[in-house]
């Protein structure tokens, strides 16, 4: 029996720093980049992933074309006191 391990970093984590660093991009795009860091990983997890943050509002997830969203990083501004 096999038996799973926990990856170092969350999902969401490498989600966020990908698109930090990028800025926007497309869906498809980010899960060959995702894909190439974990391995396993399935693009209804990476979905799921995204629905979530989105959720959270810490991105946004729009349509380009049928099959296609772009997934851009809401950047928050710190208040200033």
Do not use: C
């Not at 799921?48 to 991105?59: A, Q």
Request: aromatic fraction near 6%; charge should be positive; proline fraction near 2%.
């Amino acid at each position: 029996m096999a038996t799973k391990t926990w990856k170092p970093q969350p999902l969401y984590m490498l989600v966020v720093e990908l698109l930090q660093r990028k800025g926007s991009t497309t869906d498809i795009e980010l899960f060959d980049m995702v894909k190439e860091i974990r391995g396993d990983l399935g693009f209804n997890v990476l979905n799921k992933e995204l629905m979530r943050l989105e959720i959270e509002g810490m991105i946004h997830v729009s349509d380009l074309t049928r099959g296609k969203r772009r997934v851009e990083w809401l950047k928050k501004e710190k208040k200033r006191s």
